[in-house]
């Protein structure tokens, strides 16, 4: 089993940035990809990005340019980079771990929540 624990959420004026952690704990040896997905109220779930255990990022259009993810295998952590936080960047954030297929995880953090408003 793994544990996963999110940190950082908070308030950011438009424009503004944040930056979101999670913190691993349990059996971490096998996590393989961790990666954010973000849910605001009234819409789908929806991916803000991914890193492989090598490093390898991923990010889809909404936010590649805007959003980084960096992560520290020895410590078992990621870190979710948000520069240029827009209104619509407001939602509840999740670190998931362990991909099962392209859209399902099997671990999740309790969520975090960012709001972007002025």
């Known amino acids: 089993q793994v544990q996963l624990v999110e940190s950082g959420g908070g308030l950011v004026q438009p424009g503004g940035s944040l930056r979101l952690s999670c913190a691993a704990s349990g059996s971490v040896f096998n996590i393989g990809t961790m990666g954010w997905i973000r849910q605001a109220p009234g819409k789908q779930r929806e991916l803000v990005g991914t890193a492989t255990n090598t490093g390898i990022t991923n990010f889809p259009n909404a936010v590649k340019g805007r959003f980084t993810i960096s992560r520290n295998n020895a410590e078992s952590t990621v870190h979710l980079q948000m520069n240029s936080l827009q209104p619509d960047d407001t939602a509840v954030y999740y670190c998931?771990?362990?991909?099962?297929?392209?859209?399902?995880?099997?671990?999740w953090g309790q969520g975090t929540q960012v709001t972007v408003s002025s």
């Open positions: 998931v771990a362990q991909r099962i297929s392209p859209d399902e995880w099997r671990y």
